[in-house]
């Protein structure tokens, strides 16, 4: 089962991260957390990796209609999108909101799932719209 979706950017990490937010922010997403996997590694680690960060994304209003159906729900929240060197290209995954219905088997949390899936993948498409390289 796939658990990702994914779009790849010809432009530099710096400015798909910058881009990836907006997109998000445009979808009602915010970003509640971020962690730099690439200097969390370096610094604890002292591990040389590609560049990678998460975005903790969140839109409040899913968040709510997610929680007030399954309180443990949370587990699975914020929305995770990953962008990262991938070569020569920067990749942008979001974890596929379906995956919350597949583990829980709750079919009250389908909507909440289709409507996110729908806000992240035009997220996703509006970055590789925009595309220009680098």
Do not use: W
């Amino acid at each position: 089962m796939r658990y990702d979706r994914t779009v790849h950017l010809d432009t530099d990490f710096a400015t798909a991260v910058a881009r990836t937010r907006d997109a998000l922010a445009k979808q009602g997403f915010g970003i509640l957390t971020e962690i730099d996997v690439t200097a969390t590694l370096k610094a604890k680690l002292d591990h040389d990796m590609e560049d990678y960060v998460i975005l903790g994304a969140c839109n409040p209003p899913l968040a709510h209609r997610a929680l007030e159906t399954d309180r443990t729900i949370g587990l699975l929240l914020p929305c995770n999108v990953v962008v990262r060197r991938d070569g020569d290209r920067t990749a942008v995954q979001a974890l596929d909101p379906n995956t919350m219905v597949t583990l829980t088997e709750i079919e009250a949390l389908r909507p909440v799932a289709e409507e996110a899936t729908r806000r992240l993948d035009a997220a996703l498409s509006s970055l590789t719209t925009h595309d220009t390289g680098v």
